[in-house]
């Protein structure tokens, strides 16, 4: 539950009794949430609230919980945001805009202890699990972000979707996803609803089950091989839940009409991308309920992967379709700056931030 003194994370009516219990108007409370609604964390800084209610406020709720370190801008429009937690070690948030939406791809921990070998956040250390208010912090920066400097191309000004796919996996951390979960559906002015809402995860069963019974929003799973002995090796929390046991929890998964889980594939050349993996994969996929993304590999420093070529992977999405799939091939946006899916690392960029740019 969230605490008073969380502003990112505080309802109205908790606002109101906290304004109240330090002796100022109930209407305060209003006024400080539009702020924070703007993405204003710090209430020493919101200027037609009077000094002496900021600063009781400001006492109470303490300082941001993230600080900007640094902000990189893709050709594609993409942003990607360096934080420095309070509470201490950076995070990455990334910002993709199109025409009619804003996605916001939020981070839920420092780093991640599930090796997945051809992820970057898998390479870097495990520091912590994100707290709730840590999470919704970053759509209040990247909301203020906006608001100080719109994105030319796109008619939205605030983010209207969010995804569960920056660093960490966030059904390893279930106190941070369910608080940050509960918020964006609770309020109605971020027009944020469960369908606007995608928690990627490897593949944790019992929490994925837990999501779908406290929190059924839109699921995507990283599968990346339909066979046991290939996923083992790709996402390694398949030796703990494999393949037969993944499927029994997907098809419990709640799903509103007209609505498909995501199974994300990432294609890798010579390892995930051959006759025998587009079999299985046939034989795993349930084309009723799931569809298949498939996705460009974003090769990163270090990395012993190479990523299936287009028209190959156009080729492999193709076939998948003609047996009944649905099946897409997804965009890589923000390549350009390491903001794509599984390029966030937290620890290279801190280091880059330090001036130590020699490459790794
Ligand atoms: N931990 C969660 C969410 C974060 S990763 C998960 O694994 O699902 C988000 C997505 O990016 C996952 O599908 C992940 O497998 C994928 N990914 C990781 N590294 C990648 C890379 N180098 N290129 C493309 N996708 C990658
Ligand atoms: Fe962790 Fe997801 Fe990367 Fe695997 S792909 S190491 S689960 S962040």
């Known amino acids: 539950m969230p605490q008073p003194s969380e502003l990112s994370i505080i309802s109205l009516p908790a606002m109101q009794e906290l304004v109240r219990s330090l002796g100022f108007p109930a209407f305060r409370a209003q006024q400080i949430l539009d702020w924070r609604n703007k993405g204003m964390l710090d209430p020493l800084n919101m200027p037609n609230v009077p000094k002496n209610v900021r600063q009781a406020v400001a006492d109470v709720v303490g300082k941001p919980p993230l600080t900007l370190v640094k902000r990189e801008y893709s050709r594609d429009g993409t942003r990607k945001y360096l934080f420095a937690l309070r509470e201490g070690g950076h995070v990455e948030t990334v910002m993709i805009p199109e025409r009619k939406r804003i996605t916001l791809c939020i981070s839920s921990q420092v780093g991640c202890v599930l090796d997945c070998p051809f992820c970057f956040t898998g390479r870097q250390k495990f520091e912590r699990n994100l707290s709730a208010e840590e999470i919704v912090a970053q759509l209040w920066m990247v909301t203020a972000d906006l608001l100080q400097e719109p994105v030319g191309h796109s008619i939205a000004d605030h983010p209207t979707h969010i995804v569960y796919m920056g660093m960490g996996e966030p059904l390893a951390n279930e106190e941070g996803l369910h608080g940050s979960l509960a918020f964006f559906l609770a309020e109605d002015e971020l027009h944020i609803s469960r369908r606007r809402i995608t928690v990627s995860t490897s593949g944790l069963l019992p929490q994925i089950t837990r999501l779908g019974n406290l929190y059924p929003v839109n699921l995507a799973i990283s599968l990346h091989a339909a066979n046991n002995a290939k996923r083992d090796v790709l996402v390694p929390i398949n030796k703990k839940h494999p393949l037969e046991e993944l499927r029994h929890v997907l098809d419990a998964y709640p799903l509103p009409e007209q609505r498909y889980i995501t199974l994300e594939y990432v294609m890798l050349a010579g390892v995930n991308d051959q006759n025998e993996d587009l079999k299985a994969l046939v034989h795993f996929v349930r084309a009723k309920r799931e569809f298949v ?35 897409t091939v997804r965009r890589s946006r923000g390549d350009d700056i390491m903001a794509a899916c599984g390029q966030l690392n937290a620890l290279m960029n801190q280091e880059n931030t330090d001036g130590d740019n020699e490459d790794a």
């Open 293 to 327: 993304n498939l996705i460009h590999f974003n090769p990163h420093p270090g990395s012993d992967y190479t990523a299936t070529p287009k028209d190959a992977m156009d080729e492999f999405a193709t076939r998948l379709i003609s047996r009944g799939m649905r099946a």
